[in-house]
Structures are given as C-alpha cells and as structure tokens.
C-alpha cells in the first residue's frame, strides 16, 4: 500500500468552517509541537480559556493515556485534540464524559470512511481488535474558580503501522492502514467535534438513554467475556452484562472477588481498569 | 478487633497524644473510629489505652463502631465520586502529598479515577497533612474519607 505525502496539515480556518454553528472550537490553538494537548488544555483552564476551546497539535512529544501511559504521537499524520468543557452540567452524569467522547469519535468515523469501529469499555476506539483511538479526561477540582473537564482524545489517522514501535504492531491500527486512503484530519476533527457537542447537550438537557442507547449499540464489551485487569494487577474474569445509571461496566464475574464495588452479590461495578475481550 | 484496625487505632492515638488533641474521628464505609482522651475522675488502670504514654494525666480512650457525630478539629477531604484513588499522577512519580506536608487551599490532593476520567481532589483548606486514610491505587466508595488535614488557623 502506498501513500502520498500528507495530505494537509491541520488548520484553524478548515476546522472552523466546517464545524458552522458549533459551540465548540470557536477558540481554537494549534500547535507545532507540544508535551500532550491534554497538559496544554490544563494550563490554558488556568488562565481562564473559555468553554469549548480546542487545543491541536501536529505532535506530542509526551502523549499521555491513563495514569502515565504514553500514547505513539509521530508528526504530521494522525490526530490529538484536546476540549475544554466548562459549562454547568448535571454531576451526577459527569462520569459520561468519557464514554460519550468515545461515541462522538467512532459515529465521525463512520461517516468519514468506510468503517464501522466499536467501542471497548469505557472509550478506547477499536476495528476488530487492534485499537484506532484513545480518550484520556482530567477533570479540575470542584472547588475553585478553574472547574473543567479537558476531554483529549487521539486517532491513528494517516500513519502507518511499520511507523509505530514494534511492541504495537499487533495491537494498533490506522484509518489509512485500514482502508488504504488518506484522510483530511480537519474534516475528521470538525466532525468528532460536532457529534461531541450534540452528545454533550443531550447528556446534560434529556433522558439518560438519549445517549446510553446510542452508547450500547457501539460497544462492542456488552454480551461478551472479558477480563479485567485492576491497577492493583488483580484480574477479574466475568460476563459484561450491561451499563450502569454512571457508565460504569456491569459485570457478573466468573468467581467471587473482595475488592470490587458490588452493587449486589452478584453484579460488580467496575469503574476503573483495563478490559480485554475474551474470544 | 481486627489487626489492621488495632494498628490504625494506635496509630490515631499516636497523633492525638503527639499534636496534644483531645478527640479524632475517622469514618469509613461501614465503621467509625473515635480516638479521644479527657482528664479521668479516678485513674482506671483497665482503660483502654492503646499505646503511648498519655501526657498531662490524660488517658486516651477508644471508641470504635457507630458513635453520634460531634465535631472534630481536623477537616476530612472526602472522595466526591465511587472510583480509584491514586496518591500520584503516574505510577513513575512522586506522590502529590506525604502526611504531615504543609498544603495550601486548592492544592491538589490526589486523583480519584471513575470511567477514564482523572479527577482531581484539592484541599478546602490551608493546613497540614496529619493522616492519609487509603493506600494507592484502590477503590473508594462516594463520601469515603481520604485525608485528615489539620487547618491553620484562619483558613
């Protein structure tokens, strides 16, 4: 498979054209360069950045996942974006943030290329099972005048998997590497911001099932066996069985396990760790 | 009374003899611990004193299971979400606090991990770290008790 040189670099005035009456991305920065667009978004919620800023950035050079993992951000040819989201919302569904990120990347890919990705619980981006995207949110405290959630996501677009490092090889995979063609990370960027505002407006002004239902229908851990490794190492083998009221993943495990939040003897609810599809 | 729970107690009456306090409480999902000492009537050599040599004639005595709240000096930072809660940003780095540091209001505490969302937990007040109530990287229920911070005066 052969691919030309990039097709074009990101572009505030490409963005913002295409996003028409959005309300988010009306402040806009792109970068060259920066640590993780999440670590510029932080610094930018501090200094008073309105709701609905983006930060871009043609590179990372310290790409963050959760809790110090690093994210692969070469230059150039995929995507890394972070929102600021600042505006009074329902707390108790805050905890949704996540997950409809998650959502608002796999419906704009859907509609861009010829691909239908799921989503692993909560938010990672996948085609079969080789991971497309990740989201990583960081949320201000409560208490002082910087209160805001950074929702950063990013996309393997334009690259191609023998760029990655060879630990991922198996593991990752690209728009292009998937569907043999380029993609505008400007279109792509435009629409994933779109769809994130829609989901966001109908988590914070209607019924929970306006997004939990598109939810469930992307996720692809629902109905299958999975494994769930704790960051204590422990691991929880069990049946996915469905969402909770806060998205956290309703499992009935194959074995008891002590540390788990139980919402009865037979049901935990996970909220945090790393889930493997079991084949 | 459990190990673990008879260490935690010695450990609270450590710090109420140490600071000179005369009452801690701590309360967890399913159990509250009062630590409080007052000038005895008689010396009762059977009292419950955990450990320590009580100063200025002052007994400590120990209280755990369901006790009427009163207030306490010290202000507990509490988990505002069900969740992880982790003492450092990234496994690789240092700790965010260490009992017995000095913190400023709306310094950040800790984070309290629910869905991928990171969030983080800041001080209400300008004061010193006096007990650190859940280890790294385990899960905390909605109101859970994280931190005891001793508040300087006028904050």
Known sequence: MKFCADPSPLSVSAIQSALGLCSLGRDMHIHDEVLSTNTMALALVDSGANHGTIVLAEQQTAGRGRWGRSWFSPPKKNLYCSVILKEVYPKDRLSWIPLITGLAITQAIEELANLRPSL???????????????????????????????????????SRIEEFP??????????????GRL?????????????????????????????????????????????????NGE????????????????LAPSIEFPHAQKSSKEVMEIRSGEVVHVR | MKSDQRKEIEELVQILTEQNLTEIEVQRKDLRIRVRRESPVTPTPSSPSASGSPKHGILPQVMVGAVDAEPSRYLTVTSPIVGTFYRSPSPDAGPYVEEGDLVKKGQVLCLVEAMKLMNEIESEAHGRIVKILVESATPVEYGQPLFLIDPLPGS
């Open chain 1, 183 to 231: 993609y505008d990370r400007n279109h792509l960027a435009a629409r994933i911001l779109s769809n994130l505002e829609v989901h966001y407006e109908r988590l914070r002004s209607q019924s929970l099932q306006e997004v939990r239902g598109p939810y469930l229908a992307s996720c692809s851990t629902i109905g299958r066996q999975i494994c769930i490794r704790l960051v």
């Open chain 1, 235 to 250: 691991d929880i083998k069990g049946l996915a069985l469905d969402i909770g009221r806060d998205g956290a993943l309703r």
């Open chain 1, 166 to 179: 060879e630990d991922l090889h198996l593991s990752s995979t690209t728009l292009a590497a998937e569907t």
């Open chain 1, 120 to 158: 692993k619980w909560p938010n990672d981006i996948l085609v079969g099972d080789r991971k497309l995207g990740g989201v990583l949110c960081e949320s201000t405290p409560q208490g002082t005048r910087r209160r805001a959630i950074v929702v950063g996501f990013g996309i393997n677009v334009n």
